[in-house]
């Protein structure tokens, strides 16, 4: 700035060094891109091992069970009992394989159309009917929208969240689901409610993070891959995911989709 003083112009500067400050951005961007990059390949690691992991395993389930069927009356029982073991933990592998092969294809299909939630629903219902009627479990849904979004990705979201809900229930208690929809300014806000066994409240957050499991595979068999897929699933399509739930009472799941069909890269 200019200032006059005894008939004379002073010229009055400030400067401000940002030299350093624009080296810690250029950093931290590349170090974005770095991330973004590992977790691009780790995601792809993840694929092609699920896949290429499928064909050995196959060859193993099918060999043991070719064993147990040809030999099970002219071995012993303590035979018998290790080739039940590895029937069971060949199918524990084929469950993680395929789910982490659902997780790592999230975000490699990018094309997003019109979803109807209801014959989504509609689908998972028709799929999970043995389970259903197993367990004498009721399932309803209100009229869901219509949403902009991978029809994959959504249904796979609907299913390992109403799949919980059948999976975590109480002893004695028939299993009573609900599904319901509002619209929001922007979004759509889905709610899945169930009368489990609840959920304590230090481990609400813990649960989306992969392999995090809250009880033994005796207790409540799984692969601690579904809710971090459904919360990859919605991230995805902009928006988020989290419960509200008390031990003995239930949980309720939200979720939000937005409506414009906004997708981010993962």
């Not at 350093?20 to 995601?43: H, V, W």
């Not at 109403?162 to 709610?191: C, H, W, Y």
Request: net charge neutral; proline share 2%; glycine share 4%.
């Amino acid at each position: 700035s200019f200032t006059k003083q005894n008939d004379r112009y002073l010229f009055i500067a400030f400067i401000n060094d940002i030299t350093e400050r624009k080296k810690a951005a250029a950093e931290l961007s590349k170090k974005s891109d770095d991330l973004e990059i590992a977790n691009k390949e780790l995601e792809q690691f993840a694929y092609v091992a699920s896949h290429d992991l499928q064909e050995p395993l196959r060859t193993i389930s099918n060999f043991v069970g070719l064993l147990e069927k040809k030999y099970k009356d002219n071995i012993d029982d303590s035979a018998n009992e290790y080739i039940r073991f590895i029937v069971k933990a060949t199918a524990k592998m084929r469950n993680l394989i395929n789910d982490l092969l659902d997780l790592a294809r999230i975000g490699r299909d990018v094309v997003f159309k019109d979803v109807d939630c209801n014959e989504v629903m509609k689908e998972i219902l028709s799929e999970l009917e043995a389970s259903i009627v197993e367990s004498q479990a009721k399932i309803r849904f209100t009229p869901l929208p219509v949403i902009k979004g991978n029809q994959l990705e959504i249904k796979l979201l609907f299913q390992n969240l109403i799949s919980n809900s059948l999976k975590f229930k109480k002893e004695k208690v028939n299993i009573d689901i609900q599904v319901t929809a509002e619209e929001k300014e922007s979004e759509f806000l889905f709610a899945i409610k169930d009368n489990g066994i609840g959920i304590e409240t230090q481990y609400k957050e813990k649960i989306f993070i992969i392999f995090q499991r809250l009880h033994t595979s005796e207790e409540y068999p799984g692969t601690g891959i579904g809710l971090a897929t459904c919360k990859k699933i919605v991230v995805r399509h902009g928006g988020d995911i989290w419960v509200d739930s008390k031990v003995g009472l239930g949980s309720t799941f939200y979720f939000t989709i937005h409506k414009t069909g906004k997708q981010l890269e993962l």
